[in-house]
């Protein structure tokens, strides 16, 4: 059974360091992995999707990369802001019957950048 | 505002009411799931369509009916639930893989469900 891990639980830093958070992932075979930001009471936003066949990608400040042999990925956030304070969701997913996706998600990091 | 639409966004009821959870898309994707999300919790799949037909169900109890009348509705009908179904409720849709691509899942912004 696939299990996803995320590093740090909880994460608060000034504004305008760059971080890192982390995600592993017990079995390797997977389709993709997505990163997703959570604002409190709302809904899942996709941030960043990674081939399986793929070791990053970017987006503005954000760039996420992937280890599958090592079960690993990072999404490291450039020059933090205030607006970046959320829940960042780790989800690795398998192709399913019918061609659907079924995701595996992380418990989160919560982070808050403080002003 | 986001392309998968949820209604309502909040919804009280006791254990003996019948009510149901409805989810829109119009970005033409032909799966759409179901999630239940506890406090502090990841979400969690509870169902699975593909071509309006149920292609998973992770063994959830049969007091959550879900329905896909067509393809840009889901819904999910509540009957006779327990106060530890209160969670938030995620539906989320995607591109069937017919062709090699990859396209995340649109995620509406839930349904908050409280069981007196």
């Known amino acids: 059974k696939q299990e996803v891990t995320q590093i740090p639980a909880a994460l608060s830093v000034p504004e305008g360091e760059n971080l890192v958070l982390n995600c592993s992932f017990t079995?390797?075979?997977?389709?993709?992995l997505q990163w997703f930001r959570q604002d409190p009471g709302k809904g899942l936003t996709s941030l960043l999707l990674?081939?399986?066949?793929?070791r990053e990608q970017t987006s503005g400040r954000l760039n996420a990369s992937l280890d599958k042999s090592s079960g690993r990925s990072t999404l490291y956030i450039a020059a933090s802001q205030p607006g970046d304070s959320a829940t960042y969701l780790c989800?690795?997913?398998?192709?399913?019957?019918?061609?659907?996706?079924?995701?595996?998600f992380g418990k989160g990091t919560k982070l808050t950048v403080n002003p | 505002d986001t392309e998968v639409t949820q209604t309502p966004k909040h919804l009280v009821m006791g254990m003996t009411n019948k009510k149901s959870l409805k989810c829109e898309q119009h970005m033409g994707h032909r799966a759409m799931y179901w999630y239940k999300q506890k406090a502090k919790k990841p979400p969690e799949l509870m169902f699975v369509?593909?071509?309006?037909?149920?292609?998973i169900n992770e063994s959830v109890p049969s007091r959550f009916s879900p329905e896909c009348p067509n393809s840009s509705l889901l819904n999910l009908h509540l009957h006779a639930l327990q106060p530890e179904d209160s969670a938030l409720y995620l539906c989320a849709s995607s591109q069937i893989r017919v062709i090699r691509g990859h396209q995340p899942q649109h995620f509406g912004d839930g349904t908050r469900l409280s069981i007196l």
């Open positions: 079995d390797s075979a997977i389709y993709n």
């Open positions: 989800a690795v997913s398998k192709l399913s019957q019918g061609g659907s996706e079924k995701l595996v």
């Open positions: 369509y593909s071509y309006e037909k149920l292609s």
């Open positions: 990674i081939q399986s066949s793929q």
